[in-house]
Nanobody, 120 residues
Framework: QVQLAESGGGLVQPGGSLRLSCAAS????????MGWYRQAPGKQRELVAI???????NYADSVKGRFTISRDNAKNTVYLQMNSLQPEDTAVYYC??????????????WGQGTLVTVSS
């Protein structure tokens, strides 16, 4: 079984920073894409940022220049550095990964979510 474990959410003031982490564990052969999505109250889940195994990245327009996604392939971990946070960034942030298991199954896996609250 493959799992994603997120950490790093919390309460931060506007203009502040947070760093989210997501570690994949289990019977993993390779990870093709890792990324972050978020869901604000009353809204649909939306893409925040993704990073492929080839190191290409894609960001939502709303976070470009403020958020940075990075990966540590040796640790099967993806990070999201969030700077200049604003109240509209308040949401539950979910880690997502496309993984090939040791038995060659292709899986899409979601983390349990971590709450980020931006408020004074």
């Amino acid at each position: 079984q493959v799992q994603l474990a997120e950490s790093g959410g919390g309460l931060v003031q506007p203009g502040g920073s947070l760093r989210l982490s997501c570690a994949a564990s289990g019977a993993i052969r390779s990870i093709n894409v890792m990324g972050w999505y978020r869901q604000a109250p009353g809204k649909q889940r939306e893409l925040v940022a993704i990073r492929t195994s080839a190191e290409s990245t894609n960001y939502a327009d709303s976070v470009k220049g403020r958020f940075t996604i990075s990966r540590d392939n040796a640790k099967n971990t993806v990070y999201l550095q969030m700077n200049s946070l604003q109240p509209e960034d308040t949401a539950v942030y979910y880690c997502n990964a496309y993984i090939t298991s040791m038995t060659y199954r292709r899986l899409e896996v979601w983390g349990q979510g971590t709450l980020v609250t931006v408020s004074s």
